[in-house]
């Protein structure tokens, strides 16, 4: 045994945890303990996030209370003399409720007042209520769309943002500075802790009806056919609410996913990326002959959905092209409503679709590219307050954000939009799939495909960077057939022409990302997750759809290409 992890190890079982974590420490495996111990958990790019469990690279009490202390400690430093309040919220997983409370004891305790919802409730909610209720911070309790055996805690900042440097250093720093669990301060102090519920509610629903581009579209086809799931999270909340207050009254939820559950006793991974999680929810909508199918991860702050395609199926639409699909739409119907004057910007992430910085230009729309993290956009909102005005944004992992009241991608938002526009093309004759087709017919059609590799413990950590230092040491020549020119690598900052050999910074923070670009317009990035043990390669291809009649064939086309790419990177 490592001596470090021993170590580790003996320091919580000569703390004064409770006696059953002890006996868990104990009862561990040699692999166990090192899995356990070998590192302590950290905020990435989505904050803390682990397998439930003892030992400090698991989620349990003592980890979840080590990071609200070293968040307590930054914060009073960070703002000395002020009042600091923080909201906290959770979703439906096993333990949130418990690791909410115990967050919102070691705040307390720390003489920091807590505003903490009462019952489960969706991630973007927690970022509107921060800056609704004036907090310097905020915690929501989840694991987004991991396994149900994984638990988290995403930190945020003022401005309603998960934190990002120079704070989730600092933080980290703080948490790092706790020699011992014995220093957290658990005693919860009641007097600075207020239950919410309906008075966030309220005005957060209020601001999603705001949006509404076209109400007389919605007004026409209140009764489109909507099935709706919740994959047993936080969604059922306010999704069916929202879309019964934007007019919709033919709203059918998944009744064997409706009910929170942290077990996802229906599915196998609760990700609405996964055709698995979506089945129940298509079967019902072959049913009922709907229009449109979404269902949200268990915080409700990613929505994955699904229509009718070409030849009549229900076919789930990749995160890139709800993205194209709803920005596509914001930006058509604020030119038609004359909002658009040049001040306007969309933003995505660097691997998500090129197609959105075609659509945004062709308006007349800046589209910054950011890091992969809403924190990241949000980051950039916030720079750009008040000289360019947001209209919405995206990432390719099914995550989007419709106006700034909420800082970080939100489902509840998006599932009102996405329903919007449905209607709106619905009016027009159109399908979703219709629609998609104008916008590729106009700007080519671009197709991607993400290959995930999961690499799970110590061992497979170590394999995942292996693997970065192989492609970054050994750039392809060709890659499915076409020339490599131009590599960006996002961990030294460093953007070179493969043809000239020259070079240019990146203008971005760093990150562990290296993206190749192909001479055939061929995008190819790879880049290990902050929030699982995997690597993650994202491919795009494209080319022009000549006709709306030719989209099934040159899909088969680009879909081919995608084969032979993997096969040439053994993916």
């Not at 929505?303 to 076919?315: C, D, P, R, T, Y």
């Amino acid at each position: 045994m490592d001596t470090a992890i021993q170590a580790k190890a003996d320091s919580w079982l000569n703390s004064n945890i409770d006696q059953e974590s002890k006996a868990a420490i104990r009862a561990l495996s040699a692999d166990e303990l090192a899995d356990s111990f070998y590192k302590d958990l950290e905020f990435g790019t989505g904050g803390l996030r682990g397998v439930m469990g003892v030992g400090s690279n698991r989620m349990n009490k003592y980890t979840v209370g080590t990071a609200t202390q070293g968040l307590a400690n930054y914060l009073l430093k960070a703002f000395p003399g002020e009042e600091i309040k923080v909201a906290i919220a959770h979703d439906s997983r096993n333990n949130s409720t418990f690791f909410a409370d115990i967050t919102a004891s070691v705040f307390s305790a720390n003489g920091i007042f807590v505003y903490l919802f009462d019952e489960l409730r969706p991630t973007p909610e927690l970022s509107y209520a921060i800056r609704q209720l004036g907090c310097k911070s905020g915690v929501v309790v989840t694991a987004s769309h991991n396994p149900r055996e994984y638990n988290g805690y995403k930190a945020y900042w003022d401005d309603g943002a998960q934190v990002t440097p120079p704070h989730d250093k600092n933080i980290i720093a703080e948490v790092k500075a706790i020699d011992s669990i014995d220093e957290v301060k658990f005693a919860k102090n009641e007097s600075l802790v207020k239950l919410i519920s309906k008075e966030v509610d309220e005005p957060y629903l209020q601001a999603i009806l705001d949006l509404t581009l076209a109400p007389e579209a919605v007004a026409r086809q209140s009764d489109l056919k909507i099935v709706f799931s919740p994959i047993h999270g936080t969604g059922i909340t306010l999704v069916p609410e929202i879309l019964k207050r934007k007019g919709f009254t033919n709203v059918s939820v998944v009744e064997e996913q409706a009910e929170p559950n942290g077990d996802f006793p229906t599915v196998v991974y609760p990700n609405p990326e996964e055709r698995e999680a979506m089945t129940l929810a298509l079967d019902k909508a072959t049913e009922l002959d709907a229009d449109l199918i979404m269902a949200t991860d268990p915080d409700a702050d990613r929505v994955g959905i699904a229509a009718k395609n070409k030849v009549g199926e229900f076919e789930l639409l990749n995160g890139n092209q709800a993205a194209t699909l709803l920005i596509y739409y914001l930006l058509k119907k604020w030119k038609e409503n004359g909002k658009i004057d040049g001040n306007q910007m969309i933003i995505k992430t660097i691997v998500t679709s090129d197609l959105l910085d075609r659509i945004a230009e062709s308006f007349g729309v800046d589209c910054p590219n950011t890091l992969t993290g809403f924190k990241y956009i949000a980051a950039v909102i916030k720079e750009l307050e008040g000289k360019k005005e947001f209209i919405g944004g995206g990432e390719e992992s099914y995550g989007y954000m419709i106006s700034d009241f909420v800082r970080d991608k939100d489902a509840i938002a998006s599932c009102a939009m996405l329903a919007e526009m449905t209607a709106w093309a619905k009016d027009q004759g159109l399908s979703v799939f219709d629609l998609l087709a104008e916008v590729y017919e106009q700007y080519g059609f671009y197709l991607e495909a993400l290959v995930s590799m999961t690499k799970k413990g110590m061992h497979g950590a170590e394999e995942i960077k292996q693997m970065m230092v192989d492609l970054r040491q050994q750039t392809p020549a060709t890659i499915g057939g076409s020339k490599v020119v131009k590599s960006i690598d996002y961990l030294s900052s460093v953007e070179k022409n493969l043809v000239t050999g020259t070079e240019k910074p990146v203008n971005l923070d760093k990150s562990n990302v290296l993206q190749f670009m192909l001479e055939d317009g061929t995008k190819i990035s790879a880049r290990p997750s902050g929030t699982e043990p995997k690597i993650k390669f994202y491919i795009s291809v494209n080319t022009p759809l000549e006709s709306k009649e030719l989209f099934n064939q040159t899909k088969a086309l680009l879909e081919e290409k995608i084969e032979v790419i993997k096969t040439d990177l053994k993916l």
